[in-house]
């Protein structure tokens, strides 16, 4: 299995996971692993992904045109990953 580092958490969000991973009796990893499987098979039922952050986001909204150009960006090609050697 493959590792993966998420930087730049909210300590908000840290803590609520957290407290997710303790009352569900899983470690940090594993709670972050159980709720990305959700969120992926959510992404699988036909939900925009301007919808799922807006449900993410909470008070924070994103301007309609922001979730426009989110769900057209979900059809561009991929782009080269970022070089950091220069």
Known sequence: MGDLLIRDVPEAMKRQLQESAQRNGRSLS???IEILRRQIATERSG???GQR???LMGDERLSDDEVDAI???RHEPDREPPRFDR
Request: net charge negative; proline share 0%.
């Open 30 to 32: 594993e709670e972050a």
């Open 47 to 49: 939900v925009s992904a």
């Open 53 to 55: 952050l807006r449900a």
């Open 71 to 73: 769900a057209a960006s």
